[in-house]
């Protein structure tokens, strides 16, 4: 069986070159902004922005919610490059797509990653508006053979057979923690298993059942494949997720989730959630210093 591959090493490097010559920004942190959440790039300066449809190879999204460009700034003395909007397979983007801005991060020199998305509750003690801290995921699509490191692997990226039992910086959830107790939002910061499925549905009550019994704390659409190619190409990763409803387990219930409900919740937090990633960037830059 032929294996198509979509994207090839010297795609990476075309779109690479061309942004490398487009900005002097050479960023060492890139920011993975989800639904409703592109205003983390808000509190950036000197910055510089292009449009996904203007940077050669790159998808573009096509979700409410997602503006769908790259934003290079700083963060205090930071280099930072903020995604604003990522990309979903229910959008029908190939994973090698959806991912395909990781490879050019890693390309750019880039050492950390934070991506944040919106996602279902669905343990019960969380409530909407809650942010949770990602300590691991499952990936449902991944189990399905749905991955983006399925077919030919590329060395120059890394490993054949990558772990995964560390995927999310344990120093940079510490991290997170410590920063979140400082700004006094301890009482609505959790940490936590996200599930990915593959939407565009919201959840069935006898699936949300399931992902419960699987030790699941909340679901979303997105993310896991960005960590996954992120991981395998040795970056460090930090996962926040906003709790923006509860994920129905009861046949009983009425309440019914939907999209706009999603961001409206995230223009709640949007602020506090800027004022955690801004100060998260500026320690997490200090840390890799002193790592080094």
């Not at 790039?41 to 790159?58: E, S, V």
């Not at 991290?175 to 301890?186: F, P, Q, T």
């Not at 996962?239 to 009425?254: A, H």
Request: glycine residues 8%.
């Amino acid at each position: 069986m032929h294996t198509h591959i979509c994207c090839s090493f010297d795609d990476y490097k075309l779109t690479t070159e061309w942004l490398l010559n487009q900005t002097n920004h050479r960023p060492k942190v890139a920011v993975i902004c989800g639904s409703g959440l592109g205003l983390l790039a808000d509190g950036a300066t000197n910055k510089q922005t292009f449009r996904y449809q203007d940077i050669p190879n790159f998808p573009v999204s096509t979700v409410p919610g997602h503006e769908g460009c790259l934003v290079f700034g700083k963060i205090e003395d930071t280099s930072c490059v903020f995604m604003k909007g990522h990309f979903h397979l229910y959008e029908g983007y190939s994973l090698c797509q959806v991912t395909f801005p990781v490879r050019i991060f890693k390309l750019m020199g880039v050492e950390s990653v934070l991506v944040t998305n919106a996602s279902g509750g669905i343990c019960p003690d969380f409530k909407v508006g809650d942010i949770m801290i990602i300590k691991d995921h499952i990936n449902l699509p991944g189990f399905a053979g749905q991955h983006p490191l399925c077919g030919p692997n590329d060395e120059r990226f890394g490993i054949r057979f990558p772990c995964m039992s560390d995927a999310y910086s344990k120093d940079l959830r510490t991290l997170a923690l410590d920063v979140g107790s400082e700004l006094g939002c301890s009482h609505f910061l959790r940490s936590g298993v996200y599930c990915m499925v593959s939407g565009p549905n919201f959840e069935t009550i006898a699936e949300a059942r399931m992902l419960l019994t699987l030790g699941c704390d909340s679901v979303g659409m997105s993310m896991v494949p960005e960590v996954t190619v992120a991981k395998h190409s040795g970056l460090r990763v930090l996962g926040l997720t906003l709790i923006t409803n509860k994920v129905s387990l009861d046949y009983s219930r009425e309440e019914k989730v939907n999209h706009d409900e999603v961001l409206e919740i995230c223009k709640m937090r949007a602020e506090l959630l800027q004022k955690l990633v801004t100060t998260l960037i500026g320690r997490c830059q200090l840390q890799s210093i002193n790592r080094h």
